[in-house]
T-cell receptor, first 113, second 115 residues
Framework: DQQVKQNSPSLSVQEGRISILNCDYT??????FLWYKKYPAEGPTFLIS?????DKNEDGRFTVFLNKSAKHLSLHIVPSQPGDSAVYFC????????????FGQGTELSVKP | KAGVTQTPRYLIKTRGQQVTLSCSPI?????VSWYQQTPGQGLQFLFE???????NKGNFPGRFSGRQFSNSRSEMNVSTLELGDSALYLC??????????????FGPGTRLTVL
């Protein structure tokens, strides 16, 4: 039962353009969502998060949008840089189970110069 | 502040053996969670410890166990290793209090290979 889904295994974007990574979830009890960036053989690095009481959160080049009615969130990276090339995971947790993250399968982003 | 540290970084074991992995959280963080990453299953939650008590548990067999010490450091143990236990084991810590949600910060992981 895949509660968090990233349907695009890979995405290729030109440097300077916008990267949009998508994530869908099925559990309506999720109330906190996070995006992580990961390189092979390393631990995930936290990028940005959003609480279910908001529909947008911005941090520099990264913006996360949450559409609760559609159970969908997306990560926008503007402008994309070659150093952004990595695997991106979205994750979700339920209130009072904050230590338990449910991850999507990841999307490999490639930003070409 | 130092980040989450995990030891050892790499480990090779044979089937049937047991293994213990260690995790030191970020100073002040009281919650430690463990995850397993494999190519086929992705990142899966193993368990979470808070104040030396297991607070959440994933769907893994009883061969996987853990504990947390009074200084918040945590260990996980896998007994009777199977080939399928080969994975990257990740530890994450957070400031999460009793009934709140907070960001988890991950360590570099321990790469376990079972032969």
């Amino acid at each position: 039962d895949q509660q968090v889904k990233q349907n695009s295994p890979s995405l290729s974007v030109q440097e300077g353009r916008i990267s949009i990574l998508n994530c869908d979830y099925t559990n309506s009890m999720f109330d906190y969502f996070l995006w992580y960036k990961k390189y092979p053989a390393e631990g995930p690095t936290f990028l940005i998060s959003i609480s279910s009481i908001k529909d947008k959160n911005e941090d520099g080049r990264f913006t996360v949008f949450l559409n609760k009615s559609a159970k969908h969130l997306s990560l926008h990276i503007v402008p994309s840089q070659p150093g952004d090339s990595a695997v991106y995971f979205c994750a979700a947790s339920v209130y009072n189970q904050g230590g338990k993250l449910i991850f999507g399968q990841g999307t490999e982003l490639s930003v070409k110069p | 502040k130092a980040g989450v540290t995990q030891t050892p970084r790499y480990l090779i074991k044979t089937r049937g053996q047991q293994v213990t992995l260690s995790c030191s959280p970020i100073s002040g963080h009281r919650s430690v969670s463990w995850y397993q990453q494999t190519p086929g299953q992705g990142l899966q939650f193993l368990f979470e410890y808070f104040s030396e008590t297991q607070r959440n548990k994933g769907n893994f067999p009883g061969r996987f166990s853990g504990r947390q010490f009074s200084n918040s450091r945590s260990e996980m143990n896998v007994s009777t290793l199977e080939l399928g236990d080969s994975a990257l084991y990740l530890c994450a810590s957070s400031l999460v209090e009793k009934h709140s949600t907070d960001t988890q910060y991950f360590g570099p992981g321990t790469r376990l290979t079972v032969l």
